[in-house]
């Protein structure tokens, strides 16, 4: 098909991501990725300010994944993991629990970060019943919070969010207050006393709290104080309730720490990751439990964990995230991410006074505006082809959450780029 008849397919065929078949938005024909850039058909680069939605942390097609991707597809694609085992799961595994807090060692692969929600939720459900609490059915999450897009994820997420439409068909969650002390402000120990009233009200029913870390992202694109977390993992602890920290957009030195939970020194009961998991080449995520949770679940009956994925630490995915790991430890990303937050607050600050702009919000590789309109599609999509950055605003927000190795200039290309968008 030519460039015409591949459009023409598309348009009337693929449904995209939050988009309607009606009135498709527009699209770009991508031919090829390298580095920071995303080439188009008719041969225009694309600086990618959102890191393709925010998993492309080392830049796309990078050598060394890519070499790893070819070398295990010349190998096997795929075998059943019930029953086999194989290096690159092992060696993935092994190499995350280097990172996670201690304790936090039992490593469940799953196919993507809202799968691995469902592993946790199911993970702390199957705990309590272990613990004889089977009354302890139901889940807690914070308002303002997004898990995902799966049932059970949607589940989690803030009920009037982007999946209030769902709200009859959705299992029905204790929803905590949103915190509201930003990352940056003094911490006020009244801040938490409506959410350890709820958790203490609610304490016979719950089996666990699913939080995002620090940066609350798909409902609300913002950044709360450590100490919300800090405080929930002392009252978990204290009423025997499971912790789950949903590092799926935060892991991997989004937000300027390996883990988010580092900003508040604390340990997850179990953890979900995915996105920079494979420098964002291959669809991978992991639930990873605590020594705790997995000998509770695995010492009753029925003595396993009940979720079993099919294509689960599927061998191509596990080489590319063994090779993705490795690559966070052969340069500083920590500088670079560091370098990325001081340029976005400089050259997002005078953002502040503009009209339309309620909010400028910046942490670790993450730059925000909270917009009082956000531009049509129509606008984007221009702006996209004039400036060649690519943005993709939802909601009020224009955000940028570029790869790690982008280079100061082009971070300013992508700020530009988006003060054009207001």
């Known amino acids: 098909m ?34 920071t850039r995303i080439r188009l058909d008719d041969r225009q680069e694309l600086i990618d300010g959102v890191s393709s939605w925010w998993c492309t942390a080392h830049g796309h097609n990078h050598p060394e994944i890519v070499a790893a991707i070819r070398e295990q597809a010349e190998k096997f694609a795929q075998v059943m993991f019930a029953g086999f085992t194989h290096q690159p799961a092992i060696e993935l595994a092994a190499a995350l629990i280097k ?27 199957q705990y309590q019943y272990a613990k004889g609490k089977t009354q302890r059915s139901r889940l807690a999450a914070l308002r303002g919070g997004y898990h995902g897009d799966t049932a059970g994820a949607m589940a989690l997420c803030d009920p009037e969010g982007m999946h209030h439409v769902f709200g009859a068909y959705l299992q029905k969650n204790l929803f905590l207050p949103q915190p509201h002390l ?5 911490w006020s ?3 938490f006393t409506q959410i350890e009233e709820l958790l203490e009200r609610h304490k016979k029913e719950i089996a666990g709290v699913f939080i995002e870390p620090v940066f609350q992202g ?49 340990a997850p009961d179990i953890m979900c990751v995915g996105k920079g998991l494979t420098g964002g080449s291959v669809t991978l995520s992991a639930a990873i439990a605590s020594e705790e949770v997995a000998e509770v679940i695995s010492g009753t009956m ?17 080489a590319a995230g063994v090779a993705s790991l490795r690559l966070f430890d052969s340069y500083d990303w920590k500088a670079k991410v560091d370098a990325i937050e001081i340029q976005l607050k400089r050259e997002l600050e005078t953002c502040k006074n503009h009209p339309n702009v309620a909010d400028v919000r910046v942490l670790g590789a993450i730059g925000v505006l909270e917009l009082r309109t956000p531009p049509t599609p129509e606008r984007v ?42």
Request: net charge neutral; glycine share 8%; charged share 20%.
């Open 381 to 422: 999509q221009k702006l996209i082809r004039e400036t060649g950055v690519w943005l993709r605003p939802f909601g009020n927000w224009l955000y940028t959450m570029p790869p790690f190795i982008t280079p100061s200039n082009e971070i300013s290309t992508i700020t530009q780029a988006m003060k054009q968008m207001l």
């Open 189 to 191: 120990e009244s801040e």
């Open 2 to 35: 030519n460039r015409h008849e591949l459009l023409e397919f598309d348009r009337k065929h693929l449904w995209h991501p939050y988009a309607s078949m009606s009135a498709p938005p527009p699209v770009n024909l991508a031919i090829a990725a390298k580095g």
């Open 218 to 266: 798909g409902n609300a694109m913002r950044f709360y104080h450590p100490m919300y977390m800090k405080h929930l993992r002392e009252i978990c602890d204290r009423l025997e309730i499971l912790l789950i920290i949903d590092e799926i957009a935060t892991g991997f030195g989004r937000i300027g720490r390996y883990f988010g939970c580092e900003y508040a020194g604390i």
């Open 99 to 125: 990172r996670t807090p201690a304790g936090v060692n039992k490593v469940f692969f799953a196919d993507s970060g809202s799968v691995a929600v469902e592993c946790a939720a199911k993970m702390a459900i």
């Open 302 to 318: 029925p003595g396993k964990f009940m979720h079993g994925p099919t294509f689960m630490a599927n061998p191509i995915a596990c």
């Open 182 to 186: 930003r990352f940056e402000e003094e």
